[in-house]
C-alpha cells in the first residue's frame, strides 16, 4: 500500500509477556493505514536507541 505516512513499532518481549500472534494481529491493523517498522529489542537501552535506528541499516528490525 503506497502511503505517505510511517510508524516505528518498539517491542520488548523481556519487558513482560510477548504474544506474538497479539502483536501480528496489531501490526496488521497498522499495516492498512501506514508503512510499519518493527524495532524489537531487549533491554531500556536498546528501547531508548529505536528511535535514532530508524531508517537506517543495523538493528533487529522486521519490515513491512
Do not use: Y
Not at 496489531?26 to 528501547?47: D, I, K, N, Q, Y
Amino acid at each position: 500500500m503506497p502511503t505517505d505516512r510511517s510508524m516505528l513499532v518498539i517491542t520488548n518481549s523481556g519487558a513482560g509477556t510477548a504474544d506474538q500472534e497479539a502483536l501480528d494481529a496489531a501490526l496488521a491493523v497498522l499495516r492498512g493505514a501506514a508503512e510499519v517498522e518493527v524495532a524489537a529489542t531487549s533491554s531500556p537501552e536498546e528501547a531508548r536507541g529505536g528511535p535514532a535506528r530508524r531508517g537506517r541499516a543495523g538493528g533487529r528490525r522486521r519490515g513491512r
